[in-house]
């Protein structure tokens, strides 16, 4: 009868080691794998949840950082800092909001917009504003230097023109008329600049408006899109009502509270 075979305590520690071993250059892997791809993909991207404290405007801020597949608590750097700091939170036709966004590596402080707009029933839909531009804030104090030009003339030749008073043809200059540089002068930068959609800067902060014109009565919820994450959790403009129709809500809140108080 054969006798089970026992271990050496040596045979356990390479096998031990050896598990090890294997158990090491498989995270590493994993690990390698998973850097590459969060560092190709945007949407590995996770925001934060709006932070308010006594550091940030009353709006909050909110961070986004580069995440291994998505996962919260595996953070890697942080990729952007985002910070609402004026925002017209009652307004007519024109409306606007500045945020300060500051970028800590190369690309778009912008990608995409989108406008939703209040409906009776409290439910949000999707709605365009009659118009919208974002501008960037230009370099306080700085000058840019701008050319000045004049209009030059030159005679080329002459040619046959027909006089329609004698019918005969007339010999006139022919020209050639081109804008020549002639100097320059210094300007002050504009205070904002006009910023597309997914236009590249470099790392830095920067000051972003957004001017939009809609309809008076509308509450507009205005939500942007900064390195593939939708910021959907700041400030709204809301809308200046008609007279008689803000009398008519008002009235329906009151008849509500009375009811709620006699019950």
């Not at 250059?25 to 991207?45: E, G, K, Q, R, T």
């Not at 912008?110 to 409290?122: H, Y």
């Not at 994450?229 to 009235?251: K, M, P, S």
Request: hydrophobic share 35%; aromatic share 10%; with cysteine.
């Amino acid at each position: 009868m054969l006798k089970n075979i026992q271990k050496t305590p040596s045979i356990k520690n390479k096998d031990l080691n050896r598990a090890i071993l294997r158990s090491f250059f498989l995270i590493l892997i994993v690990m390698l794998m998973s850097v590459s791809i969060v560092s190709a993909a945007n949407w590995d991207n996770k925001k934060s949840g709006l932070i308010i404290d006594e550091t940030t405007s009353k709006y909050g801020k909110i961070e986004i950082k580069n995440t291994v597949f998505g996962i919260p608590w595996l953070q890697l750097s942080k990729v952007a800092e985002l910070e609402l700091k004026k925002n017209t939170d009652t307004c007519g036709i024109e409306c606007s909001m500045e945020t300060t966004i500051t970028l800590f590596e190369d690309g778009s402080l912008i990608d995409d917009v989108r406008f939703m707009t209040l409906q009776e029933d409290g439910d949000w839909i999707k709605q365009g504003v009659r118009s919208y531009q974002f501008y960037i804030k230009g370099e306080d104090g700085k000058k840019i230097k701008v050319p000045d030009y004049e209009t030059v003339c030159d005679v080329t030749g002459k040619k046959k023109v027909k006089n329609n008073k004698t019918g005969e043809e007339d010999l006139v200059d022919e020209t050639y008329c081109y804008q020549k540089e002639i100097g320059s002068h210094w300007i002050d930068t504009p205070e904002w600049i006009v910023y597309n959609l997914g236009d590249r800067v470099s790392a830095g902060t920067y000051e972003i408006k957004l001017e939009a014109e809609k309809k008076p009565t509308r509450t507009v919820d205005w939500q942007i899109t900064s390195q593939g994450e939708l910021i959907d959790e700041w400030a709204v403009w809301g809308g200046r009502y008609q007279e008689g129709y803000y009398q008519a809500i008002l009235q329906q809140q009151l008849m509500k509270m009375h009811l709620i108080l006699e019950m």
